[in-house]
């Protein structure tokens, strides 16, 4: 069993950055896959960006070069860091940890850009 508790979101301008913060209950070290998701209203939850347990990232091609997925072993911790954040980007934003076996969510964080 995996718990997943994300952190971080809020209200941004855009052209403002954000960092999500998701605290996972074992060593990410142990967790094949770590992702970020998010479903913004009246759409399917989508890939944002993903990060491996030997550290190679995958991003959507909306958010590349804008957004860096990070992990930190010792904290089992994962980031996203996100700059240049646009109207679109606005969604819930869910962490993820796919153990091979199973796929684990966190409860999500609600990201808002607006002027």
Not at 55 to 67: E, H, I, P, Q
Request: aromatic share 10%; with cysteine; net charge positive.
């Amino acid at each position: 069993q995996v718990q997943l508790v994300e952190s971080g979101g809020g209200l941004v301008q855009p052209g403002g950055s954000l960092r999500l913060s998701c605290a996972a209950s074992v060593n990410i070290f142990t967790i094949a896959i770590m992702g970020w998701y998010r479903q913004a209203p009246g759409k399917q939850r989508e890939l944002v960006a993903t990060r491996t347990s030997g550290g190679r990232t995958n991003y959507a091609d909306s958010v590349k070069g804008r957004f860096t997925i990070s992990g930190d072993n010792a904290k089992n911790m994962v980031y996203l860091q996100m700059n240049s954040l646009k109207p679109e980007d606005t969604a819930v934003y869910y962490c993820n940890a796919y153990t091979l076996a199973e796929s684990y969510w966190g409860q999500g964080t609600q990201v808002t850009v607006s002027s």
